[in-house]
């Protein structure tokens, strides 16, 4: 599994890509220094414009029954015991 820090890169760079900035997106500082395997990724606050295109962004995406099915799956599969 990638670092948090990677995770966090991979995420801004897609976000990016299709025209959203998060600026206070980054690793969760108190996670990040703990002894916790992966830190929290935090997604920061953000102005309204750019809540609306992330908005615009996800609600533009074509959401079919697969999808839909495989995030049920991955969401299964990281539950917390």
Known sequence: MRSTEE??????????RVGVVLPSLRVDPVTGASDEPFALVDLGRCNV?????????????????????????????????
């Open 7 to 16: 995770v966090v890169q991979a995420l801004q760079a897609a976000l990016e």
């Open 49 to 81: 414009r750019t809540a609306q295109r992330l908005t615009d962004v996800l609600c533009a995406m074509p959401v079919g029954e697969e999808l839909r099915a495989r995030v049920r799956q991955l969401n299964r599969g990281r539950r917390m015991p």
